[in-house]
């Protein structure tokens, strides 16, 4: 039973550049949900993605954008990179959209903005 | 605004003893509650959960407490061995809707060292 995946595992860029993170659910899951952590923090949430639509967001600015696909995998895009958004990204799959009780992560992505 | 505080950044126990971590929040929707363990450079792994209708939830060594009135719960690990030496996150989230509706909401975690 394949777990949820998530590439690339690390990222380096620079301040002002575009980069987008990928997510594959948990086998049998149609809901993703995005966060991020920073160092020596909880994960804080980004939003959460079901039916192809965004249906919950956090306080992150519109920088950070997601798109859902049909097969339920998620990129999540951050535009006009800032140092601060160096952090571990977090993608977590559930079943049956917000009202889901347990979120599954994933590995992470480090990303690492010089 | 830290909806979800666990105030003990570390735990050190010893092997075969009882390991309690604490967590305590302030958001009267969050109607679910949850652990994770997370290991350096691994993402967070499901433990165990409790609903806010029930007040104790076991899963073979794991025991959550909740205490709904003083809004704490707690996470026992009996016996803890050197295994379970990792980051410990509680998480909670709302189902009646609001702004922590479909989302986890989580503490700072617990760094938790079991000494052989």
């Known amino acids: 039973d394949a777990g949820v995946t998530q590439s690339p595992t690390h990222l380096i860029k620079t301040r002002g550049q575009q980069v987008t993170l990928r997510c594959s659910p948990k086998?049998?899951?149609?809901?993703v949900s995005w966060y991020q952590q920073a160092l020596g923090q909880g994960p804080q949430f980004i939003f959460q993605?079901?039916?192809?639509?965004?249906?919950q967001r956090g306080n992150f600015p519109d920088r950070f954008s997601g798109h859902q696909f049909p097969n339920y995998s998620s990129e999540l895009n951050v535009n006009a990179l800032l140092l601060g958004d160096s952090a571990l990204y977090l993608c977590?799959?559930?079943?049956?959209?917000?009202?889901?009780?347990?979120?599954?992560f994933g590995p992470g992505t480090r990303l690492t903005v010089l | 605004d830290q909806q979800v505080k666990q105030n003990s950044p570390s735990l050190s126990v010893q092997e075969g003893r009882i390991s309690i971590l604490n967590c305590d929040y302030t958001?009267?929707?969050?109607?679910?509650f949850l652990w994770y363990k997370k290991y350096p450079a691994e993402g967070p792994t499901f433990l165990i959960s409790?609903?806010?209708?029930?007040d104790k939830n076991e899963d073979g060594r794991f025991t959550v407490f909740l205490n709904k009135s003083a809004k704490h719960l707690s996470l026992h690990i009996v016996p803890s061995q050197p295994g379970d030496s990792a980051v410990y996150f509680c998480?909670?989230?709302?189902?009646?809707?609001?702004?922590?509706?479909?989302?986890?909401?989580f503490g700072q975690g617990t760094i938790l060292t079991v000494h052989p």
């Open positions: 998480a909670a989230s709302a189902h009646a809707g609001g702004t922590s509706y479909g989302k986890l909401t």
């Open positions: 086998s049998g899951h149609d809901t």
């Open positions: 977590a799959s559930s079943l049956g959209g917000p009202g889901a009780d347990t979120q599954y």
């Open positions: 958001n009267s929707m969050f109607d679910y």
């Open positions: 409790i609903s806010s209708i029930k």
């Open positions: 993605y079901y039916e192809e639509e965004e249906r």
